[in-house]
């Protein structure tokens, strides 16, 4: 008996001991947020988000990403009231969140969140000045996780927050999922002898993930051809070099004519098929860049097959190389019958834009 007291109390001593320094030394650390690429989980109270405010909200950051054969929202907004939150504490690990307040509602519960975590001193400031405000915070709840706070003075004035400062957040956002983007594409790691091959044909280079294999190389045409196949998506880059005369190339009919020359390597089985841009059914729009410090034009649109019924997105980059005295057109595109492409999109963009010259 007097051994099991014994026992008993060492037990009882281990369980004090470590409870007792829980508050210095935590045994677990908190936990890693988590949820999908491109997820925004908005918090605001209902009447606010059912309101003119959550319209303006859905309409600058659910906006449709460029270009896609069926629109996809640029970002994926989850609504959740702080009340919901409180329910459900894993609502509160997920990654990206934004708090959307009139302060002028004190009792408003997503008032009182923002006010304790932005603090009276800067709510005052901000209310003595624009009226509006944003902020941003980390790892409130978990590890990694994104928080921006847009809270204005006024129902007008929140509405005038969001149309003013919707783009600088969605790239705010934007930057932070580039990191998910990054571990998504390499995950796998890298086609070092791909990525090889491309700096010894075309003198650049470009990181290229190890589930892309070559399809089509052309040495008299300059031209390789790599794709992924998957069982929801097939993914898919050109490259393509030819020799600079002047500025006038660099143009919207001269991005059009290379990419359209180059679809002519890809076919169905069906006779006399090759892919072709459709700017009939939706817009090729055109947009000044910079890549690896060089000048470029970035083309997105949609493409579909001529004689056969397939199509998707596409984007490419035509960029000057003032060194070599060369244009490089490097493409990125999409067939995913009945599935999402947004995502598919964004990590090609990402893979294209890493090139280096």
């Not at 007792?20 to 947020?33: L, S």
């Not at 002898?193 to 070559?214: C, D, H």
């Amino acid at each position: 008996m007097k051994i099991l007291k014994n026992f008993i109390f060492l037990i009882l001593s281990f369980v004090i001991l470590f409870s007792g320094c829980a508050g210095e030394v935590p045994w677990q650390g908190p936990p890693t947020a988590f949820g999908q690429r491109n997820q925004v989980v908005v918090v605001s109270d209902k009447g606010v988000w059912e309101s003119p405010i959550g319209d303006s909200v859905d309409f600058y950051f659910a906006s449709p990403y460029l270009v896609l054969p069926q629109p996809e929202p640029i970002l994926d907004l989850l609504p959740f009231t702080p009340e919901e939150l409180g329910y459900d504490p894993v609502k509160k690990q997920l990654k990206t969140y934004v708090f959307i307040a009139d302060m002028e509602d004190e009792n408003s519960p997503t008032t009182q969140l923002i006010k304790a975590d932005i603090g009276a001193e800067k709510l005052r400031e901000v209310k003595e000045t624009s009226g509006f405000g944003n902020n941003v915070g980390r790892n409130k709840w978990a590890q990694g996780q994104l928080l921006v706070y847009m809270y204005a003075f006024g129902k007008e004035k929140l509405i005038e927050n969001v149309q003013k400062n919707a783009s600088s957040i969605i790239s705010r956002i934007n930057k932070e999922e580039i990191k998910r983007v990054d571990a998504t594409a390499y995950m796998g790691g890298e086609n070092w002898s791909l990525g090889e091959e491309v700096v010894a044909n075309f003198g650049v280079k470009l990181k290229i993930p190890v589930e892309y294999q070559k399809a089509v190389y052309d040495d008299k045409d300059q031209f390789l051809w790599i794709r992924r196949d998957t069982r929801d998506a097939n993914t898919n880059i050109f490259i393509h070099k030819l020799k600079y005369f002047d500025q006038a190339q660099l143009s919207r009919d001269t991005m059009k004519s290379i990419r359209n020359h180059l679809g002519r390597y890809v076919s169905t089985d069906n006779k006399n098929s090759y892919m072709k841009i459709n700017d009939v059914d939706l817009p090729m729009f055109i947009e000044s860049k910079t890549i690896d410090n060089n000048y470029a034009l970035e083309a997105r649109g949609i493409w579909d097959m001529k004689n056969d019924f397939m199509g998707g997105p596409f984007i490419s980059y035509l960029i000057h190389n003032p060194k070599k005295n060369e244009l490089l057109f490097i493409d990125g595109f999409v067939h995913a019958p009945g599935e999402d492409k947004r995502d598919h999109m964004q990590e090609l963009e990402y893979i294209l834009q890493g090139i280096r010259m």
